[in-house]
């Protein structure tokens, strides 16, 4: 059984940082992307960044580039998103989500191309 569990969201003041967490299970991990991102007001999703576990390849969207990292810790089959110079337009719900997209890893920040996601973590960033 596949399963993304995020943690880590939170209430931060605004120049803060935060770190999400997407702990996996049930994923080959080698073939999988995995990718972060976030519901806006419209609902919908933001694609913020991606990494493969294949190549460590990254992608990260242009509000996210400079201020967020996202990393993998094999051993436990987690991915991260370090969060840093929060803004309060980073207030969003933050969704991890997982699919195999082998060479269309360079497409890892549409949110169409992902079938596994996890419920999503709550990040507000006050002014």
């Known amino acids: 059984q596949v399963q993304l569990v995020e943690s880590g969201g939170g209430f931060v003041q605004a120049g803060g940082s935060l770190r999400l967490s997407c702990e996996t299970s049930g994923l080959i991990l080698d073939s999988y992307t995995v990718g972060w991102f976030r519901q806006g007001l419209g609902k919908e999703y933001e694609g913020v960044s991606s990494?493969?576990?294949?190549?460590?390849?990254?992608l990260y969207a242009d509000s996210a580039k400079g201020r967020f990292t996202i990393s993998i810790d094999n051993a436990k089959n987690t991915v991260y998103l370090q969060m840093n110079s929060l803004k309060p337009e980073d207030t969003r719900v933050y969704y991890c989500?997982?699919?195999?997209?082998?060479?269309?890893?360079?497409?890892?920040?549409?949110?169409?191309?992902?079938?596994?996601w996890g419920q999503g973590t709550r990040v507000t960033v006050s002014a």
């Open positions: 989500a997982a699919a195999e997209l082998g060479p269309y890893a360079a497409f890892g920040l549409s949110a169409r191309l992902y079938d596994k």
């Open positions: 990494i493969s576990f294949s190549d460590k390849s990254t």
